[in-house]
């Protein structure tokens, strides 16, 4: 147990100092009182960093390279949630071909949800030992297959299972992503970056029903799946082709065998090399660690639990915009498509709002070097500004969706009400995200697989009760009552801004 929490200690420093050099470990034994000689042992040569620029060390890449690495790693991301929205558009038809309820078609979204909920708690650790790119090759690869019998589904029973496996697949780019652009950008360069990262998972639901309606409105509900065997196929030649490894644990032990094998001297070893472990083992035990976070960083589960209502939420609005507006204003499947430009351009308003809260972000760290910290030091907590203002906005989105959706106001009105429920939704999500990865470096991807499972019980479950809370509740009292739990979270995010450093001084996983 003390070797691997060395272990963890090690590559907890490779990733947040890509300054250092090679450095050579020795162990000497103490000498005995009155002895003529010492004996000298030496160990092994620690291959670390060749400083900020030595070219393996993905951070010394050029912003250009590491920017498209990240708009792929997105795209892909974008994709994968766009998957699960854009199925919502199939109801109709599916329902009539199979001869099913809309209830029991719902369980195509719940099972695609599920997966993305199960996968992370496996493929997020096999990235921390294996690297980021063998499992975005192999997951897209695996999306794309499982893309094929949802295309050619002729009963309800195939749909849901393969739904189910295409989830599971596409999950990795909701937790492993995160990492990537932790492993690419410094801590000063991460603001931007993960901004972009954390809208796409948003802003791929979001356009899942406004196209979907329009594909499921004009043509076959088939070609809903073979635009995304074609877009997943893009997507999974940009992978092979562009997109390198940038775990830093992984490519330092690739430059440790390539030392090895230049000079001869076996004595150059990487921290991940020290693991005696199999890899089974290693597999088992990380895939613990998501639920362990979750059980012993009350940060990281009272975050987790409000990005999961704000998912839960989006996804009871996949059916919950169709009551109301067609109940209220009598729009067609296109047009219900189209009231989520409301929600899309919200998203897209918070990720141009990066430089103002980058500029903030900048502020709080030349503070803390006047109060006497080390310059350019930062602290996580810094990263949660974007999601105190997006707690703030999310009920207030919320209560203008609900009681403007009379059919006597104006449809523009509600949909304005989801504009800003949207924009305060990323800038939550932009805030967590970037506080777990800030927080946790040497847990980035456990953190955010915990943070999907949480999201995806939600996302899975809402949906189920939605559309029957809306008209039982009335379309007033249900969005209330999203917006009144929305309240009761609003705090966390301010409280953790305030006491978080406090609070990870006595945690066992986040950086004190």
Not at 438 to 455: F, G, I, K, T
Request: one cysteine or more; proline letters at 5%; hydrophobic letters at 45%.
């Amino acid at each position: 147990m003390a070797a691997d929490q060395d272990l963890e200690a090690n590559i907890e420093d490779i990733v947040d100092n890509s300054g250092t050099f090679l450095q050579e470990k020795k162990s000497f034994d103490s000498p005995l009182q009155g002895s003529t000689e010492n004996i000298v042992e030496e160990e092994h040569i620690e291959v670390k960093w060749d400083g900020p620029n030595d070219p393996d060390n993905p951070q010394s890449k050029s912003k250009f390279q590491r920017w498209l690495a990240v708009c792929i790693v997105a795209t892909g991301t974008f994709c994968v949630t766009y998957t699960s929205s854009v199925y919502t558009t199939t109801y109709q038809q599916i329902t009539d071909e199979f001869h099913v309820s809309d209830e029991v078609a719902t369980l195509g979204l719940t099972s695609f949800v599920c997966g993305l909920g199960l996968g992370p708690l496996f493929l997020a650790p096999l990235s921390e030992f294996y690297g980021r790119r063998p499992i975005y090759i192999g997951s897209m690869t695996f999306f794309l297959i499982w893309l094929i019998p949802s295309a050619e589904a002729r009963n309800i029973e195939t749909m849901i299972i393969a739904r189910f496996f295409n989830g599971v697949a596409g999950s990795a780019f909701l937790s492993v992503a995160g990492g990537t652009v932790r492993d690419l950008f410094t801590r000063d360069e991460l603001q931007a970056p993960m901004m972009v990262y954390s809208a796409s998972p948003f802003l791929g639901p979001a356009l899942g029903p406004l196209v979907g309606g329009f594909i499921n409105q004009f043509t076959d509900w088939r070609w809903t799946f073979y635009t995304l065997m074609i877009w997943s196929g893009t997507l999974l030649i940009c992978f092979i082709f562009i997109v390198p490894e940038t775990y830093h644990p992984v490519l330092l032990r690739e430059k440790a065998v390539r030392l090895r094998k230049e000079t001869g001297n076996h004595r150059f070893k990487a921290p991940l090399e020290k693991i005696t472990h199999s890899v089974l083992d290693s597999v088992l035990m990380s895939c613990t660690r998501p639920l362990k976070l979750l059980y012993y960083e009350h940060m990281v589960l009272n975050l987790c639990l409000f990005s999961a209502l704000l998912m839960g939420i989006l996804y009871l609005f996949f059916g919950a915009f169709g009551v109301v507006f067609v109940g209220s204003h009598d729009f067609q499947l296109w047009q219900v498509g189209l009231t989520f430009l409301g929600i899309l351009v919200g998203m897209i308003v918070a990720v141009g709002l990066d430089p103002i809260f980058s500029r903030y972000y900048h502020r709080l760290v030349r503070q803390r070097e006047a109060q006497g910290g080390e310059p350019g030091g930062s602290e996580p907590e810094f990263r949660l500004p974007p999601a105190i203002v997006g707690s703030l906005l999310v009920p207030i989105g919320l209560f203008f969706f609900g009681w403007t959706s009379y059919r006597s106001v104006h449809w523009i009105v509600p949909i304005i009400g989801s504009g800003i429920f949207g924009l305060g939704e990323v800038l939550l999500f932009s805030g967590i995200f970037t506080f777990l990865v800030d927080a946790y470096p040497m847990y980035a991807a456990s953190a955010l697989a915990a943070n999907s499972l949480v999201r995806s019980c939600f996302g899975a479950t809402f949906p189920l009760f939605g559309n029957q809370m809306y008209e039982r509740l009335g379309y007033q009292w249900a969005s209330s009552l999203l917006a009144f739990l929305s309240i009761l979270m609003m705090p966390f995010p301010y409280l953790f801004f305030k006491y978080g450093k406090r609070i990870r001084a006595n945690s066992r996983h986040a950086k004190s």
